[in-house]
């Protein structure tokens, strides 16, 4: 669209200031660039680096996988010194060990991703808990609440302010927060700080996405559904009822793979998605349209 053409739009709820002269200017001096779809997979994400908190299990350790098989170079971190090794050795990419929940931590993550690879184009901020003390509001205590905000929430805002700055002066790149299905859907059977802290992740990221979409920054919250991870495993490993109860709201019948969300992830990562973002990504198995399910 050239700007001579938006002005016919003035009409139209929500658009008529894009007829503001300094914008108009602004849109005539340099069009938003559509970059080509016509890369082959296995190059997508060639000369690519990405930043992967949580890689050392479940989704993350699918997302680092996948990203590399897409063609990026990974940085594997994790809380979990062995597992973020074990991660970066079989993606062939940098190891670090990290609390994503501590701001020393959080800098020394993209410090290092930037010293090793001079770079930093997609951010996976996937690292998160939920532990069993978190649970109905009438029985979680402070110090559960507190850990699990920590870990899920200002994690993610730790992380976003770290990478931030290295994108701009790039003038692009990909951050993907890993929020959950929760942030958009209630549920009796409750863990009340994990659900609030994934529903801050989701306005945190929509408010990124809008705020930094003119500097070529894309920001979406990826929003799974439940996934056969070890995170969801030892939850209901000790009372298969609890699993029952939740497999029927899935129209699908079934829990995801990490590696269909991983498949999510390297969509939002690379330039297939370049008009994606402050999205309410949900990839969830039809639970959150869901009233009832098939029998
Ligand atoms: N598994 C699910 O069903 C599901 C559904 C929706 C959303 N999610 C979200 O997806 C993300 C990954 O979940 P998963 O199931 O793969 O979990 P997981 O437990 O398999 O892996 C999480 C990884 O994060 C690491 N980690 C934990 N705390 C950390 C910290 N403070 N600093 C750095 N690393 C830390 C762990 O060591 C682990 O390797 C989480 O944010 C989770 O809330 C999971």
Same mark, same amino acid.
């Given at each position: 669209?050239?700007?001579t053409?938006?002005r016919?739009?003035?009409? !139209?709820?929500?658009?008529?200031?894009?007829?503001?002269p300094?914008l108009?200017?602004?849109?005539a001096?340099?069009p938003?660039?559509c970059?080509?779809?016509?890369v082959?997979?296995?190059?997508?994400l060639?000369?690519r680096?990405?930043v992967?908190?949580g890689?050392?299990s479940g989704i993350?350790? =699918?997302?680092a996988?996948?990203l590399r098989?897409?063609?990026?170079?990974?940085?594997?971190?994790?809380l979990d010194?062995a597992?973020?090794?074990a991660?970066?050795?079989q993606?062939g990419?940098?190891?670090?060990?990290?609390?994503v929940a501590?701001p020393?931590?959080?800098t020394?993550?993209? =410090?290092s991703?930037?010293d090793r690879?001079?770079?930093?184009?997609?951010?996976?901020?996937n690292?998160?808990i939920s532990p069993p003390e978190?649970?109905s509001? !009438?029985?979680t205590?402070l110090?559960?609440?507190r850990r699990?905000q920590?870990?899920?929430?200002?994690?993610?805002?730790l992380?976003?302010q770290?990478?931030?700055?290295?994108?701009q002066?790039?003038?692009?790149g990909?951050?993907?927060n890993?929020a959950?299905?929760?942030a958009v859907?209630?549920?009796?059977t409750?863990?009340?700080?994990y659900?609030a #802290?994934?529903?801050?992740?989701l306005?945190?990221?929509?408010?990124?996405g809008?705020? *930094?979409a003119?500097?070529?920054?894309?920001? +979406? =919250?990826?929003?799974?559904?439940?996934? +056969?991870?070890?995170l969801l495993t030892?939850? *209901?490993?000790a009372?298969?009822?609890?699993?029952a109860?939740r !497999?029927?709201?899935?129209p699908?019948g079934? *829990?995801?793979?990490?590696s269909?969300?991983?498949?999510a992830i #390297?969509?939002?990562?690379g330039?297939d998605s370049?008009?994606?973002? =402050?999205?309410t990504f949900?990839?969830?198995?039809?639970?959150?349209?869901a009233?009832?399910?098939?029998?």
């Amino acid at each position: 669209m050239r700007p001579t053409e938006i002005r016919s739009a003035e009409t !139209l709820d929500g658009v008529i200031q894009l007829t503001e002269p300094t914008l108009l200017a602004r849109y005539a001096r340099s069009p938003p660039s559509c970059p080509t779809a016509s890369v082959p997979a296995m190059s997508r994400l060639e000369g690519r680096v990405a930043v992967v908190t949580g890689a050392g299990s479940g989704i993350g350790l =699918a997302a680092a996988r996948r990203l590399r098989a897409d063609g990026a170079d990974v940085v594997c971190v994790d809380l979990d010194d062995a597992a973020a090794r074990a991660a970066a050795e079989q993606v062939g990419g940098l190891a670090v060990t990290a609390d994503v929940a501590a701001p020393d931590d959080v800098t020394r993550i993209y =410090a290092s991703a930037a010293d090793r690879f001079g770079r930093i184009d997609v951010a996976l901020h996937n690292a998160g808990i939920s532990p069993p003390e978190d649970d109905s509001i !009438l029985t979680t205590g402070l110090d559960a609440w507190r850990r699990v905000q920590e870990v899920n929430l200002t994690s993610v805002y730790l992380c976003c302010q770290a990478v931030i700055p290295y994108m701009q002066r790039a003038g692009r790149g990909s951050i993907i927060n890993v929020a959950s299905f929760v942030a958009v859907m209630g549920s009796a059977t409750s863990q009340i700080s994990y659900t609030a #802290s994934k529903g801050g992740v989701l306005a945190l990221s929509r408010e990124l996405g809008v705020q *930094f979409a003119r500097e070529g920054i894309r920001v +979406n =919250a990826l929003c799974p559904g439940p996934v +056969n991870t070890p995170l969801l495993t030892e939850l *209901f490993a000790a009372d298969p009822e609890r699993a029952a109860r939740r !497999l029927v709201h899935v129209p699908m019948g079934r *829990f995801a793979e990490a590696s269909e969300i991983a498949g999510a992830i #390297s969509f939002l990562a690379g330039d297939d998605s370049s008009f994606v973002t =402050a999205s309410t990504f949900l990839v969830d198995g039809g639970i959150s349209g869901a009233y009832t399910t098939p029998l």
